[in-house]
């Protein structure tokens, strides 16, 4: 499925599919000497079985944006208007 990302500010994107808002990918801020973590969370709770590709559970957290877009297959990156 083709995500679109809209980037709200730094660090905080809505997560589009098919013309629907159904999650968010953020940035938690820096902790001390934590790692960066970017979590995709799905806006509203949704039985396993119903929810769309790629997720497996409600949140899912990477180590970088790179790495949340290619989990997402993201195809565009777009300015919230």
């Known amino acids: ?3 679109t990302l809209v980037r709200l ?3 905080s994107y ?3 599919l098919d013309g629907s808002i159904v999650a968010s990918l953020v940035l ?3 902790r001390g000497r934590s ?3 970017w979590h995709v969370e799905l ?3 949704t039985p396993r079985a119903k929810r769309p590709a790629p997720f497996t559970d409600q949140t899912h ?3 970088s944006f790179e790495e949340a877009v290619s989990w ?3 195809k565009e990156v777009t300015l919230s208007e």
Do not use: H, I
């Open 72 to 74: 997402l297959g993201v």
């Open 28 to 30: 938690e801020p820096r």
């Open 35 to 37: 790692p960066l973590r």
């Open 43 to 45: 806006l509203e709770a």
């Open 61 to 63: 957290t990477f180590l």
């Open 9 to 11: 500010a730094s660090g």
């Open 14 to 16: 809505d997560v589009d």
């Open 1 to 3: 499925m083709p995500y």
